[in-house]
């Protein structure tokens, strides 16, 4: 079992800069592939960035590459997403992900979903 629990959301004006953290607790936390999704009021959850296990490998959406950077500190078990040049339609409640594999790191395949964080960027 793996916990993991997001903090670093906020309200922040649009061109701003936040950075999240997840902590991850369990046994095996830090052999797991780590990502953020996030999910705006009647939209769907989707993905925004991954690192594997051993942090060599990254990944990120489209809509988020240059902008944010994923990283991963496994002496403490957190991940962190430093989020730069922020939209006011990056609105949302942002998630952290644990995956087995990197290939896990989809909506269906993730095996453990932190709470939420909540990511507000005003206009």
């Known amino acids: 079992q793996v916990q993991l629990v997001e903090s670093g959301g906020g309200l922040v004006r649009a061109g701003g800069s936040l950075r999240l953290s997840c902590a991850a607790s369990?046994?095996?936390?830090?052999?797991?592939?780590m990502g953020w999704f996030r999910q705006a009021p009647g939209k769907e959850r989707e993905f925004v960035a991954a690192?594997?296990?051993?942090?060599?490998?990254?990944y990120y959406a489209d809509s988020v590459k240059g902008r944010f950077t994923i990283s991963r500190d496994n002496a403490k078990n957190t991940v962190y997403m430093q989020m730069n040049s922020l939209k006011p339609e990056e609105t949302a409640v942002y998630y952290c992900?644990?995956?087995?594999?990197?290939?896990?790191?989809?909506?269906?395949?993730?095996?453990?979903w932190g709470q939420g964080t909540q990511v507000t960027v005003s206009s």
């Open positions: 369990g046994r095996t936390s830090s052999t797991y592939a």
């Open positions: 992900a644990a995956a087995r594999t990197m290939d896990q790191m989809t909506p269906r395949l993730v095996d453990y």
């Open positions: 690192i594997s296990w051993t942090g060599s490998n990254t």
